[in-house]
């Protein structure tokens, strides 16, 4: 069989092999726009912000959550003392803005959560102007032992916080180490959810707290023509794989 040595034809497409061409060029990118889509990372919906802070004696630290210049809660140590004598102290927490709120146990003290708690709607969140977080009495001469509160002497225990952000409620947590003896308390951390109404977990430093939902992608790689399906449908597909045959022979010749 000779085989020609020259310059090969080019074979021009039917205008309806090249319209079915098209529309499968379309449903590729389609197609891989979205497996591209899916691949992108979740937004980080909770800020975090690490910390280090002694409040001991009679301390207080202004806890600003969202960093707005304005802080919403006050957390300090109150020293009390009898007969010039030094018997112990109350943490406490302050709200300084309207509806601002610290979740609280039935006795009135606040909550001491351990960490993977949702902190939300669902929580009883009590709105006074201050809170017990624990009182402690650690002199054992000339007074009675007396301590009380969740707080007492605890490690890495987290407060369930509600506050507002332009007029629109969201929830926070700030985590807490407490040597009520030692009269040192230590707030090594806090993070509130971004978003407007949405609950959060104690202990999460980036959101979303929640896993998205997923497709399930499969390993198998779709043909050309497969995904011409999705916009040509499945009795097309059988149409434009003749067409092609027929292309390529044309082209052959």
Not at 20 to 30: C, D, G, K, P, T
Not at 115 to 133: A, E, H, L, M, Y
Not at 224 to 231: C, E, H
Not at 245 to 252: C, H, I, K, N, T
């Amino acid at each position: 069989m000779k085989h020609s040595t020259g310059p090969r034809k080019t074979a021009t497409l039917s205008d309806s092999v090249q319209q079915q061409l098209n529309m499968y060029a379309i449903a590729a990118s389609a197609a891989g726009a979205g497996m591209l889509a899916l691949t992108q990372p979740a937004a980080a919906k909770i800020i975090y912000t690490p910390a280090h802070v002694r409040i001991s004696g009679s301390m207080s630290y202004q806890l600003d959550l969202n960093h707005d210049g304005k802080p919403d809660f006050t957390i300090g140590v109150y020293s009390f003392t009898e007969s010039s004598h030094s018997i112990g102290d109350d943490m406490y927490l302050l709200n300084l803005r309207t509806f601002n709120a610290v979740v609280t146990t039935r006795s009135g003290f606040a909550r001491a959560f351990r960490p993977g708690v949702r902190i939300g709607p669902k929580q009883s969140f009590f709105g006074g102007s201050s809170t017990i977080i624990h009182m402690a009495n650690c002199r054992t001469r000339q007074t009675s032992h007396f301590s009380s509160g969740p707080w007492l002497n605890v490690k890495n225990r987290y407060l369930g916080l509600k506050f507002t952000i332009k007029g629109k409620i969201h929830y926070g947590w700030a985590r807490l180490t407490t040597n009520a003896c030692a009269k040192s308390d230590t707030l090594t951390g806090y993070a509130y959810e971004t978003i407007p109404g949405k609950s959060i977990i104690s202990g999460a430093t980036k959101g979303p707290d929640e896993a998205e939902p997923t497709a399930a992608l499969s390993s198998h790689t779709p043909e050309p023509g497969t995904l011409g399906a999705l916009a040509l449908g499945a009795p097309e597909l059988s149409i434009w794989r003749r067409k092609e045959s027929a292309a390529a022979a044309l082209g052959a010749n």
